[in-house]
């Protein structure tokens, strides 16, 4: 198959720079002598004296200068210089829409996976084989229309002249959808904790998602109206599929109707959403009333739509009445007053086309070959990628995303080396003790605040690795997680919707519930981190616990400037313009005096523009939200600057580290270095025009670029005189 487009622009870079025979040629053959060194030490290594030649540095050498493109002057390009390599090196794969150090990392741990999951899942996996799949066609999907009223656009028991049904109901598809295939169409219900008692679980009303990434895709021109061309395609495509499947005339003027007014259906849902930047407060968004109160507030008048049969249909599928009296938490309530309008212009049978639609886009993985094909130019439109995953990577991503401490337990007993816990929880300490002494260099900050500040720090809870229980023999409460689990030997479709149907159940059942403070938001075989702010609570899984973020055999200052920033990044977050609205114990309360709060505001101001100015010409141009990525913002600006100071205290304890081979840079700005390399990454175009609208973060170069051009202690570090790129005459400063 030829390149596409983005990645042939990506080869014909990296093969007309000047700075690729340098990189290949020059970096290749350091590369060389390192590993040849490395076979010498071996046996032998040390780290007496002032070059460290244990294996763990030659190869944290070897990845450094691989990585990096040192004829860029760092003062002018830090990005470049750290990762130019990187990027010189690495082609996006045709199945992917970014490729990055963390992409990396998670095929190399779904590799891990794959052989484990061989012996442990083998019912899944049998399931999954493409043989079967492809067997069964299209027959698993049409099961699942019978279950939720059918399909009118490819049905002949609807009455599609008069666009109704006798005794179809809005509520309770919208219920069915929601507690049997944990789908939330039009109406987004669902149980979490509350914000304002972080103690107990209430029921949320808000704003839906979409059939597209977001409300930009159904307005905006150029690769937007692309990608939505190519939507309403695959509508129809899979529309007259299923027609056909089920022996229906064929009928494509009818199909192309139907369809379009779906679309039409959508668009309007869509410009009924608030966007990012208008939902940003959270403060705002919360509405607590009563079921009564929402009933009368937000009437829908369809059909006489009825907000207790709604929701108590959705409830009782885990046996658990409402009452009028119930108390809910309504985030959308601007969208709620559009809705009424909007779906009361429809028939019964668009609406039932919509719900049915969006049911079936979600399976389409699950199904044959020729599904996926139907969907081919949708998924180049949006993401820029011409093939789809193995199907082996679909398995192991799938298991490990709804059995996560199943497949946790085997990754940690294959891979996880135990005395990283000890080590990250002392860097934990560290950083947070920085954090704490950071506060006292403050001038915005009031001292009452300051001392709520403390408060909180100190209260932040952290989960490490993996949950100890995983690994127990004859592990019952392991075995209790799956035991509502019924799956079917070679039915992978069938298994995909009972995973639904629990994952739906298990958050809703949780109602009654209280809150278990000490559960893990996210499984072991994970490369990521994050941090809860209804639980003020931070997580490290395994996955992440490798280099390049963290090794015992590397420097600390790579394991400071890797781990360490991530852990300053997830302490930031309960402090950035989200998570400062919460307390010591998760719940929204305002601790802040007013002094403090206003000069919090204007202190993000600064960021607020500075990364809005950022110019993203992979995404055609477009500037980057500083609204939507201010708090990843703070995060990342805290988290270096609180690292950073982290490691200068722990040299000043241990005394300096020898360095590393074949670099000749200090151990200052190893740390610098490794920050940014973690960050390495590219992205097609596409897939650069959905990440601008819907990622909470900035693109990888600015998440670097930005925190070193305010941090005086990288200008210093690699002595960037003042006006340079990197070191600009204003900085912004949070924390």
């Known amino acids: 198959m030829g390149k596409s487009e983005s990645q042939m622009d990506i080869v014909e870079k990296s093969t007309k720079s000047g700075k690729k025979s340098w990189s290949f040629v020059t970096i290749g053959l350091s590369v060389l002598l390192l590993l040849m060194t490395c076979a010498v030490v071996a046996l032998y290594g040390t780290n007496s004296g002032s070059i460290c030649t244990t294996p763990g540095c030659v190869t944290a050498a070897a990845r450094i200068l691989q990585n990096m493109d040192p004829t860029t002057e760092p003062c002018t390009d830090f990005y470049q210089y750290a990762c130019g390599g990187w990027l010189n090196r690495h082609v996006i794969p045709e199945t992917s829409s970014r490729y990055s150090i963390f992409d990396i990392l998670r095929d190399e741990l779904e590799i891990i996976l794959k052989v484990n999951q061989k012996q442990d899942f083998t019912f899944i996996s049998s399931s999954s084989s493409s043989g079967f799949i492809e067997q ?48 939330r169409v039009f109406i987004d219900m669902f149980v979490w904790n509350d914000d304002r008692d972080s103690s107990r679980h209430i029921i949320y009303i808000d704003q839906p998602s979409l059939g597209m990434p977001s409300r930009d895709y159904y307005f905006n021109g150029g690769n937007y109206q692309r990608v939505r061309e190519a939507y309403l395609q695959f509508m129809i495509t899979i529309a007259k599929m299923i027609r056909e499947d089920k022996n229906m005339a064929k009928d494509d003027n009818f199909v192309q ?7 039409k259906l959508e ?86 086309n919509y719900l049915v639609w969006r049911l079936v886009t979600d399976r389409v993985s699950s199904l044959s070959r020729r599904f996926k094909d139907a969907r081919a130019h949708y998924r180049k439109a949006l993401y820029g990628t011409t093939l789809e995953e193995a199907r082996w990577r679909e398995c192991v991503s799938y298991v490990n995303n709804n059995m996560e401490n199943a497949v946790g337990a085997l990754y940690v007993r294959e891979t996880f080396a135990g005395e990283s816990k000890r080590m990250v929880r ?45 690994l127990e023999d004859q592990n019952e409460k392991l075995d209790q997680e799956y035991a509502n689990l019924n799956f079917s030997e070679h039915k992978y479709f069938e298994n995909s919707l009972e995973n639904l149907r629990a994952g739906a159940q298990k958050s809703l059942k949780k109602l009654r519930e209280r809150v278990d403070q000490d559960i893990w938001i996210i499984g072991a075989a994970v490369v990521n981190a994050f941090y809860s702010p209804n639980r003020n609570q931070i997580v490290f899984p395994a996955g992440i616990l490798q280099p390049p973020f963290f090794s015992k055999h590397q420097p ?37 005096s007013n002094f403090s709060a206003m000069h919090f505001k204007d202190q993000s101001r600064c960021m607020v523009y500075q990364y809005g100015n950022y110019t993203w010409e992979l995404a055609g141009g477009q500037n980057v939200s500083g609204i939507s990525t201010l708090g990843e913002n703070i995060a990342d600006n805290g988290g270096v600057r609180q690292a950073y100071k982290a490691y200068l205290k722990w040299l000043e304890r241990e005394g300096k580290e020898p360095k590393l081979p074949g670099l000749d840079l200090t151990h200052k700005q190893l740390f610098f270095l490794n920050f940014a390399q973690v960050w390495c990454g590219s992205y097609r175009p596409e897939y650069a025009s959905q990440s601008i609208k819907t990622d909470v973060h900035s693109p990888l170069k600015y998440r670097v670029m930005g925190s070193l051009q305010n941090f005086e202690a990288f200008s210093e570090a690699f002595h960037c005189k003042k006006g340079t790129a990197m070191h600009p005459v204003e900085k912004c400063r949070v924390w």
């Open 136 to 183: 069964r066609d299209s027959l698993p999907l049409l099961e699942v229309l019978a279950m939720v009223g059918d399909w009118p656009v490819a049905s002949a028991d609807w009455n599609i002249t008069k666009g109704n049904k006798p005794n179809w109901s809005m509520e309770e598809k919208l219920s069915t959808l929601n507690s049997r295939f944990n789908k």
């Open 257 to 263: 109707e139907e369809m379009a007014k779906v679309m």
């Open 267 to 352: 668009t309007e849902i869509a410009n009924a959403t608030a966007s990012p930047e208008e939902r940003h407060d959270v403060t705002l968004l919360y509405n607590k009333m009563t079921l009564r109160e929402l009933r009368e507030k937000f009437a829908l008048n369809v059909s006489e739509f009825n907000w207790t049969l709604f929701i108590q249909g959705i409830m009782s599928s885990v046996n658990v009445q409402i009452h009028l009296d119930e108390e809910v938490v309504v985030y959308g309530a601007p969208y709620l007053q559009e809705l009424k309008a909007i779906i009361s212009n429809y028939s019964a049978s668009t609406i039932q």
């Open 426 to 470: 002392d860097l934990i300490d560290k950083i947070r003790e920085v954090f704490i002494e950071t506060l006292d260099e403050l001038q915005w900050m009031d001292e009452t605040s300051k001392e709520k500040a403390r408060e909180k720090a100190m209260a932040i809870k952290e989960q490490i690795g993996y949950p100890d229980y995983i």
């Open 556 to 592: 600390q200052a790579l394991n400071f400037g890797g781990i360490g920033m991530v852990i300053g990044h997830e302490i930031t977050h309960g402090f950035d313009d989200n998570g400062r609205n919460f307390d010591k114990d998760g719940n929204m309360f305002d601790w802040w």
